[in-house]
């Protein structure tokens, strides 16, 4: 009985302890499916719609992880936003041709929770779809 109560505790304690907590409301990464890597070292620039007009808002690099976890500091931010992913100087640092020179996301946030915008890269190809 008392076995099973420590069990217990320490799941409970386990999802806390990896759940994950976010302070900005959007987030982003690339995952070089050609290469089975992520895609370091690219710029994504963010916009957003205002009065039919995209407007800037920021822009960051992703890191060794291809990630960017810290675009819209708290989660106040609705409308319609774009993501630019500028992959042209990540493909010819790889010597890679391609038939992208950036993609284009465009997506709405309706409410306060976290969204994750990734996106599956190739030199000719790309996927993207709303994770968490």
């Not at 900005?24 to 620039?45: F, M």
Request: no cysteine.
């Amino acid at each position: 009985m008392k076995k099973m109560f420590f069990t217990a505790v320490f799941a409970v304690l386990s999802v806390f302890a990896v759940g994950q907590t976010h302070s900005h409301q959007l987030s982003s990464h690339i995952l070089d499916v050609s290469r089975g890597t992520p895609a370091s070292g690219v710029k994504i620039r963010l916009e957003k719609q205002v009065a039919g007009s995209w407007t800037f808002v920021d822009e960051k690099t992703t890191d060794a992880n291809g990630r960017i976890t810290d675009f819209l500091p708290g989660n106040t931010s609705n409308g319609i936003f774009k993501l630019t992913y500028l992959v042209s100087d990540y493909f010819k640092k790889n010597n890679t041709e391609s038939f992208y020179p950036f993609i284009e996301v465009v997506f709405q946030i309706r409410d306060e929770q976290h969204y994750h915008v990734p996106i599956t890269l190739s030199a000719y190809g790309y996927s993207t779809y709303r994770g968490n």
